[in-house]
C-alpha cells in the first residue's frame, strides 16, 4: 500500500514568510509524528498526535510553530516568520498506536 | 533524561567486515528501542528493534546487543556491503510514544 507522504518535497523561502508542509499518513494509523532533521544531525521530536487526544506539542522549538491534524488523517505543520535557523528536513511518520513509525520522505526548507 | 547517545559519528568498513554502532540511554522508561536505517534524500526505515527484556536480536545480517543493566545497545553489521553505506540511527522510545534519536552514524563500506 502508499506510504507517508509529504508535500512539497522541497521549499525555498524568504526570511519572514509563513510556510505550511503537509504530511499524509498511511490509512488507518491513528498516530502521526513529526520530526526535524538539521544538516548534519540527528532527528528532533517536534510534535506528536494519537487519535483524538491533545497532541503532545513539547518538542516545538518556538510559538512559531504550530500544527494540526484534521480529521485524524491530513497533518499541517506551520512555521510562522520563518527563520534561518527553521531551515532543516522536516519528517512526519505515523503509526498504529506503540507500533513501529513509517517516516515519509521528508520536506527540505531552505531560509534564504 | 530523554538523551540517547550515540557513536561513532562516522565509520569506514572494508566489505566483508563488521560494522558495529553503540548507543547509551539513561531514561530506564524507554520500553522499545529501534534502529533506523537512511538514505541520502530518503526518510529513515525501520531496519530492526528490540525490547528491553531481551539480549540479542538477529535479523539475517543484523543483530542488536541490548544490556539492560548498563543501558546500552549496539548494532552490529555482519559481511558489511557497500550497499548497506548509509546513515544509522538508534532510537528509544518513551512512554508517550514519541522516539529519541541518537545523532547518527554515517557508515561507509569500502569495495
Known amino acids: 500500500g502508499a506510504g507517508v507522504s509529504q508535500s512539497p518535497s522541497n521549499k525555498v523561502t524568504e526570511k519572514g514568510k509563513d510556510v505550511e508542509l503537509r504530511c499524509d499518513p498511511i490509512?488507518?494509523?491513528?498516530?502521526l509524528y513529526w520530526y526535524r532533521q538539521s544538516l548534519g544531525q540527528g532527528l528532533e521530536f517536534l510534535i506528536y498526535f494519537q487519535g483524538n487526544s491533545a497532541p503532545d506539542k513539547s518538542g516545538l522549538p518556538s510559538d512559531r510553530f504550530s500544527a494540526e491534524r484534521t480529521g485524524g488523517s491530513v497533518s499541517t505543520l506551520t512555521i510562522q516568520r520563518t527563520q534561518q535557523e527553521d531551515s532543516a528536513v522536516y519528517l512526519c511518520?505515523?503509526?498504529?498506536?506503540?507500533?513501529?513509525?513509517?517516516f515519509g520522505p521528508g520536506t527540505r526548507l531552505t531560509v534564504t | 533524561q530523554q538523551q540517547v547517545k550515540q557513536s561513532p559519528q562516522s565509520l569506514i568498513v572494508q566489505k566483508g567486515g563488521i560494522s558495529i554502532i553503540n548507543c547509551a540511554y539513561e531514561n530506564t522508561a524507554f520500553d522499545y528501542f529501534p534502529w533506523y536505517q537512511q538514505f541520502p534524500g530518503k526518510g529513515p526505515a525501520l531496519l530492526i528493534a528490540?525490547?528491553?527484556?531481551?539480549s540479542e536480536k538477529k535479523e539475517g545480517r543484523f543483530t542488536i546487543s541490548f544490556n539492560k543493566s548498563a543501558k546500552q545497545f549496539s548494532l552490529h553489521i555482519m559481511d558489511s556491503q557497500p550497499g548497506d553505506s548509509a546513515t544509522y540511527f538508534c532510537?528509544?522510545?518513551?512512554?508517550?510514544?514519541?522516539?529519541?534519536f541518537g545523532q547518527g552514524t554515517t557508515l561507509q563500506v569500502k569495495p
Open positions: 511518520a505515523s503509526s498504529f498506536v506503540n507500533d513501529e513509525q513509517y
Open positions: 532510537a528509544a522510545r518513551s512512554n508517550t510514544g514519541k522516539l529519541i
Open positions: 490509512s488507518g494509523h491513528t498516530a
Open positions: 528490540i525490547r528491553p527484556d531481551v
